[in-house]
Nanobody, 124 residues
Framework: QVQPVESGGGLVQTGGSLRLSCAAS????????LAWFRQAPGNEREFVAG????????KYADAVKGRFTVSRDNAKNTVYLQMNSLKSEDTAGYYC?????????????????WGQGTQVTVSS
């Protein structure tokens, strides 16, 4: 079992940057695929970015490609989401999720361990 806990959300102006962190405890961090999802009011929870167990492979949603970067530090049991050039459309609750496996999945249904979320609000 792994228990992700997100931090780093906040209020930022359009064009600004934030870095989210997800610290995990209660399991072997390096055994898990890690991903970030987000959910805005009225929308379903959607995939944002994911990273493989060793950090060698990443996957991004088209909406954030080129602006967001996901990385992980297995020695610190932490995964990060660097968000640059933020837009109002990025406003959402951001959630860290984990799954055992060998490849990053974009489906929220394949992730079994979830953090509580951290709010990102981008003002115009």
């Amino acid at each position: 079992q792994v228990q992700p806990v997100e931090s780093g959300g906040g209020l930022v102006q359009t064009g600004g940057s934030l870095r989210l962190s997800c610290a995990a405890s209660g399991g072997t961090f390096s055994d898990y695929i890690l991903a970030w999802f987000r959910q805005a009011p009225g929308n379903e929870r959607e995939f944002v970015a994911g990273i493989s167990r060793a950090g060698g492979s990443t996957k991004y949603a088209d909406a954030v490609k080129g602006r967001f970067t996901v990385s992980r530090d297995n020695a610190k049991n932490t995964v990060y989401l660097q968000m640059n050039s933020l837009k109002s459309e990025d406003t959402a609750g951001y959630y860290c999720a984990a799954r055992p496996g060998v490849a990053v999945s974009t489906s929220r249904f394949e992730y079994v361990f979830w953090g509580q979320g951290t709010q990102v609000t981008v003002s115009s």
